[in-house]
């Protein structure tokens, strides 16, 4: 029993800070002016994504420890994403592998529907960072299993798109009679992955903006003291920490169990739940947090420039896609009643 | 490596212990007999025997040392155990004062004397104890209390009046909190106590609860003199030990809640789905998801707790916000029951009676050991740092 990040995760975790700290500030509106190129290229380098086509070393509890890093730092680059491909596909997908190593950016869609009719792909998904992408990982429903396919970014028409997120650098993909590859890689383990990954963006986003709530409550005065020694505030702020607390054990046990998963199809369905509960209980208290961290800051994080939105952002971006309560609970429902 | 899972021998206790009370848990139970007896007379003499079991059984004192009685094994055990009795709603014992409390004190205040005779006495229910620190101008500012005791000749003599003394009534030991300083700011004059509640001077009066039972107690205590060696710990040191062993214990000693938790709601559960327009219906489908989910963030802190401890780290606040979020859930709980049952929530369905009971009942689970609101102050203080 060892319910913690080990001293190899932390150090991994304080590396890709590192490199995603030295990355400007994201403080600017579109039009979109950030290269999520070069912060994956130095992900890559740092090894994250292996080398050649060997696939990643990294494992859901990894991944998840340096999704909470890019939550953290709101760097304009799907690490998300990356995470996923990582864990979830280069170890079998040697071609996918190797790209994803070279430091090219995945453009992963997260939004939309696209389906194979006859040997043909057609529709509609919205991907982060899309314009930048080196590949398109897309995915597909329609004859047999849900799939994860491979696109190149020259085979399909893609429009910027305005989101929430003003850094996801989201692209509005249309495809219509698109020749359909061979099949992926099956639709499960990918779709987890980002799942999780995201939910653990979330939860370092909120992690973040609670940190620096404390401390501007902690030095802002009225009434000649710290707005936080005032039990309205404080209160506030603790409730916040509680639900820290439970965000982050349910993003470290998801990815347990689903590296448990990983040997075992007995531990399957934990891993299951443990996604599910995930999505339930950060789909509504990582954006709560974020929406109380505005509030105890009072006017100041209602100005464009401090920031605070920028996560804000993120957390809601990541969950209107890919960590909606709604989904985590009517899981968790269909589990206990059906 | 995050790891979360339990050794060979630890799933073998937990198998060794789910046998053992499918085999002596009184019969019947699992049905709408959740509580015991009615009748306190009664439920007294139950509760002791099953307690008394638990312990010839080997799953008393878990992990306490074997030299004073306990098992001596790890807080992870004690964890199991815990899931295990509450995974099956196990009657409540009659002394969880003395062993989530008095015991882990004594284990880490009292004199070797004091250790030998306290602990082994607690197990096997020789000692039942009861928890002198409440009084009525003393709740959250604990450390205000007024009872005083004062040193006379080779005696302590304690004067004042407790209240919300749980089990009192049966207790014949009990630990008190008393000033021994009254010039010394208030934190630093008090002092803890072990004394005999037949000492002349000790009139316990039951008072009536907001759940019709009485199960707490005014305590009053006139010119009740006890022995010089009677305090535990350091004299006029009892406020920092209380406090550092009570955060520890608010933290470990009562994981059987998560699993206790967890039956009720899947009780819940059943009785939904004997209700298939209300199963179907999004809103109780939505809020038994989110529910679910919440107690199983509640064992995933308990889990963080065992593994803190086992893995010789310190627990500090980690106590006061699992205590505050399984107490706020517990009571959503209820909520839910309460649109699950409709209007046979507070009609007389046998189905819905543990539920009608557990509403009020917990209640108090938000207002005990620290307020929900004395818990977000030792949050925002200890834990963020905040100015008070």
């Known amino acids: 029993m060892h319910f913690d990040f080990s001293f190899e995760q932390r150090t991994l975790a304080e590396s890709v800070a590192k490199i995603l700290k030295s990355f400007p500030p994201v403080t600017q509106a579109a039009p979109y002016p950030y290269d999520a190129g070069q912060p994956m290229k130095a992900l890559a380098a740092l090894g994250l994504f292996g080398e050649g086509e060997e696939g990643s070393p990294l494992g859901h509890t990894d991944a998840v420890a340096v999704a909470m890093e890019a939550g953290r730092t709101i760097v304009a680059a799907p690490v998300v994403e990356a995470l996923a491909v990582a864990v979830a596909l280069s170890g079998s997908r040697p071609d996918i592998a190797s790209r994803l190593a070279a430091g090219e950016v995945p453009g992963v869609a997260v939004s939309g529907g696209i389906e194979r009719i006859g040997g043909e792909l057609s529709g509609e998904a919205i991907v982060p960072h899309g314009a930048a992408a080196g590949f398109l990982l897309l995915p597909v429903a329609g004859e047999g299993a849900r799939d994860w396919i491979l696109v190149e970014p020259g085979d399909v028409e893609a429009a910027p798109v305005e989101t929430t997120d003003i850094t996801s650098g989201a692209a509005r993909l249309k495809i219509s009679g698109l020749p359909a590859p061979a099949a992926g890689n099956g639709a499960d383990g990918m779709d987890r992955a980002l799942r999780l990954f995201a939910l653990a963006e979330i939860v370092g986003a909120a992690d973040a903006c609670l940190e620096r709530t404390v401390a501007y409550i902690s030095e802002r005065k009225q009434f000649g003291k710290p707005i936080g020694s005032n039990q309205a505030v404080k209160h506030m702020a603790a409730d916040c920490a509680v639900s820290l607390e439970a965000m982050k054990a349910a993003v470290e046990y998801a990815g347990w169990a689903l590296d448990e998963a990983q040997e075992d199809t007995a531990a399957a369905e934990e891993a299951s739940l443990a996604l599910l509960s995930a999505a339930s209980y950060v789909g509504e208290h990582g954006r709560r947090v974020a929406e109380r961290c505005v509030q105890m800051h009072g006017g100041i994080a209602f100005t464009w420039d401090y920031g605070l939105h920028l996560p804000l952002r993120r957390i809601l971006f990541r969950t209107a896609t890919l960590a909606r309560m709604r989904d985590g609970r009517e899981g968790l429902a269909a589990h206990l009643l059906d | ?388």
């Not at chain 2, 000790?202 to 199960?215: A, C, D, H, K, M």
């Not at chain 2, 003199?225 to 550092?244: K, Y």
């Not at chain 2, 606040?317 to 979020?325: C, H, M, P």
Request: overall charge neutral; glycine content about 8%.
């Open chain 2, 1 to 388: 490596m995050v790891d979360v899972s339990f050794t060979p021998e630890q799933n073998a206790f937990r198998m060794r212990l789910r046998g053992w009370l499918a085999e002596n848990l009184p019969p019947d139970w699992g049905g709408p007999r959740f509580m015991g007896p009615d009748d306190d007379a009664e439920n007294a003499p139950f509760q002791t025997d099953w307690e008394r079991r638990l312990y010839a059984a080997g799953y008393q004192g878990i992990h306490w040392p074997k030299a004073y009685g306990g098992q001596g094994l790890t807080l992870v055990e004690h964890l199991i155990a815990s899931e295990e009795l509450g995974r099956v709603s196990a009657p409540e014992g009659i002394n969880t004062l003395g062993k989530e409390l008095v015991g882990p004190i004594v284990l880490a205040l009292g004199t070797e004397e004091q250790k030998k005779t306290v602990i082994p006495r607690m197990l096997r229910l020789d000692d039942i104890w009861c928890q002198g620190f409440s009084e009525p101008d003393a709740g959250s500012d604990l450390a205000g209390l007024r009872t005083r005791a004062v040193r006379d000749g080779d005696h302590w003599v304690v004067n004042g009046q407790k209240l919300w003394t749980s089990f009192a009534h049966h207790a014949n030991k009990c630990i008190l909190l008393a000033r021994t300083d009254p010039d010394a700011p208030k934190h630093k004059g008090l002092t803890l106590f072990l004394l005999d509640m037949k000492t002349p001077g000790v009139t316990v009066r039951p008072l009536r609860q907001i759940t019709g039972r009485s199960e707490f107690n005014e305590v009053f205590f006139d010119n009740v003199r006890i022995p010089l060696d009677a305090h535990l710990g350091a004299v006029n040191e009892g406020w920092n030990a209380a406090v550092g062993v009570l955060g520890f214990e608010r933290a470990t000693a009562r994981f059987y809640r998560q699993s206790r938790f967890t039956a009720e709601f899947l009780q819940l559960i059943a009785s939904l789905k004997r209700r298939s327009d209300k199963a179907a219906d999004p809103w109780f489908r939505q809020r038994a998801g989110a529910l679910l989910a919440e107690l199983r963030m509640h064992r995933l802190m308990n889990l963080k707790v065992a593994s803190r401890v086992v893995n010789g780290r310190e627990i500090g606040s980690e106590a006061s916000v699992v205590k505050l979020f399984w107490s706020e859930m517990h009571q959503r709980i209820m909520d839910f029951a309460s649109e699950i049952f409709a209007e046979d929530f507070v009609l007389d369905l046998p189905e819905a009676e543990r539920f009608r009971f557990l509403y009020m009942h917990i209640r108090a689970e938000t207002i005990y050991a620290g307020t929900s609101e004395v818990q977000r102050n030792i949050i925002g203080e200890r834990m963020l740092g905040l100015g008070r």
